[in-house]
């Protein structure tokens, strides 16, 4: 028996888009079950395939002189009208004969191909629907039921569905048929009921508003600007915290536009939606006040390192802008910097002495200063040109460092986040995730950048603190040595080191 499918396979693969190879076995496998069907056998079955997708139904016969089985056997008289040259014992393919292979053996492979080929469409669509999953997709309103907006994803494509639980409370009852919409495709499964695929729409989860951002701002799409965290509120507040390892990009105003225009797109495709763009930083001080944004936040307090908690501190007139509507922007600021923060105001952090160091510190340098330099009364800080050579190390956060943002990240990683904290390290080599590379530029901006001080090195005769190999004392202004046996430092005025005893005598010249 001789099929000719070749139009047939070649119109399923332009119309269905299943492979010509997938094709040619569902239906070598729907002649296979049709034949044991009608036979009851396989033992004898051939199944020939030209290149022209032609099908041939062979049964293996063996050349007998008297017929005995003609399931398996064939005369003589009758093989050589297929074979010429057949001889007895001879094992020749013979075609099926239509009306012996039956009608209903033939109804049922083309019945079974069908129903094969409208499964391998499903699956194909499955398959290819789900390598999308994750995308944005843009379709039209088709009709809305319950307040699930079902969407015509394009013709003889499966139907998406917008369940109300996956749209922001912003957009309810807004879309109508004929509406164009644009969502991500959530989640792809099998749909029993309908024996179809179930595509599952959304435009209240995270993913959609990072997928937006990518298609509106070249940079973060080719990773010039990368996303590192993201935490919605959906139809109220986003928070988006991005960072760039290029120093001459400001990876905020980037993201924000010439005069905000980029973010205003994605606020009007999210209805209003407030998207807040902050820079991430390694230091969590730093970060968390980034995170309470639009509030400006005066200090932050890490309370309990361990257990990840820390007080913002600000006016009183920020804490509406802190907690935020419904109480929206602190809790994602909490959810994007993975601390759990309290905000309280000044007032309150002063009453509870969180910042009374900070205090005590200004009013000693205060009087360290000399009197002809300025004092504000409004804030109590000293105004001092010089102030950044006085001041001491533990002033300096690594923010405020020109070191790369690789080696920060490093260094908070073990836990440093302030200059103080980093000088204390003998040999940077030591921290853990660091290269000898970064090690040596970091000695070298150490070395180049900061005076250290040694509380142990103190003026023989005023007690000041000296920097490391001082040649003078910058508070009485004597010329400082160092005794050649402990290294303390010693004046011309001393016979004996204090340190170690070594008795000392200066050569007049």
């Known amino acids: 028996m001789t099929l000719?499918?070749?139009t047939a396979i070649r119109e399923i693969n332009q119309e269905k888009g299943i492979s010509e190879e997938l094709i040619q076995e569902t239906i070598e496998s729907a002649l296979t079950h049709a034949y044991?069907?009608?036979?009851?056998t396989l033992e004898n079955l051939s199944i020939r395939v030209s290149d022209g997708f032609t099908?041939?139904?062979n049964s293996i016969k063996e050349v007998v002189e008297e017929l005995d089985d003609d399931l398996f056997e064939i005369e003589l008289s009758e093989a050589v009208k297929f074979v010429p040259s057949a001889k007895l014992g001879d094992k020749l393919e013979i075609p099926c004969d239509p009306k012996e292979f039956g009608q209903l053996a033939i109804h049922s492979a083309k019945q079974t191909i069908l129903q094969r080929l409208k499964e391998i469409e499903k699956n194909t669509k499955l398959s290819n629907f789900k390598r999308k999953e994750g995308e944005i997709i843009v379709g039209f309103v088709q009709r809305v039921k319950d307040g699930n907006v079902f969407v015509n994803l394009g013709d003889q494509e499966p139907e998406g569905i917008l369940l109300k639980m996956d749209q922001s409370p912003a957009e309810l009852e807004i879309y109508?048929?004929?509406d164009r919409i644009k969502s991500i495709i959530y989640k792809v499964e099998p749909d029993r009921r309908s024996n179809n695929i179930s595509i599952r729409l959304s435009r209240r989860n995270e993913e959609f508003v990072k997928k937006l951002l990518m298609l509106e701002i070249p940079e973060l799409s080719d990773e010039t600007i990368k996303i590192k965290e993201i935490q919605r509120e959906a139809g109220y507040r986003t928070k988006v915290a991005v960072y760039t390892e290029k120093d001459e990009i400001d990876p905020v105003g980037a993201c924000v536009g010439s005069k905000g225009n980029r973010i205003q797109n994605i606020t009007k495709e999210l209805s209003g939606e407030k998207i807040d763009v902050i820079q991430w930083s390694a230091n969590?001080?730093?970060f968390i006040a980034h995170a309470l944004t639009p509030a400006e936040v005066i200090d932050v307090i890490i309370t309990n390192e361990e257990e990840k908690t820390a007080t913002a501190i600000m006016e009183e007139s920020q804490l509406s802008f802190a907690i935020g509507a419904r109480g929206a922007n602190i809790n994602l600021a909490k959810k994007i910097s993975g601390w759990k923060i309290d905000v309280i105001t000044k007032a309150e952090a002063l009453e509870n002495n969180l910042i009374i160091d900070q205090l005590q510190k200004a009013e000693e340098l205060f009087r360290q200063i000399p009197e002809d330099e300025e004092v504000t009364e409004e804030n109590d800080e000293v105004v001092d040109n010089n102030i950044e050579e006085t001041s001491a190390e533990g002033d300096y956060m690594l923010d405020d460092l020109e070191i790369s943002d690789e080696i920060k990240t490093i260094l908070t990683t073990n836990k440093i986040y302030s200059v103080e904290e980093l000088i204390k390290i003998e040999?940077?080599?030591?921290l853990p995730g660091i290269t000898p590379e970064m090690a040596k530029e970091l000695q070298e901006?150490?070395?180049?950048?900061?005076?250290?001080?040694?509380e142990d090195l103190q003026c023989p005769e005023c007690g000041a603190a000296l920097a490391e190999n001082a040649e003078k004392c910058p508070n009485c202004g004597i010329d400082i040595y160092y005794c050649p046996d402990c290294g303390a430092p010693i004046s011309v005025n001393e016979t004996k080191c204090s340190r170690c005893g070594v008795e000392i005598e200066f050569e007049k010249e």
């Open 4 to 6: 000719n499918l070749s």
């Open 36 to 40: 044991k069907k009608y036979y009851g």
């Open 55 to 57: 099908f041939t139904v």
């Open 176 to 178: 109508s048929p004929g």
């Open 284 to 286: 969590p001080k730093v």
């Open 427 to 430: 040999d940077f080599s030591t």
């Open 445 to 454: 901006y150490i070395d180049e950048n900061f005076d250290i001080i040694d």
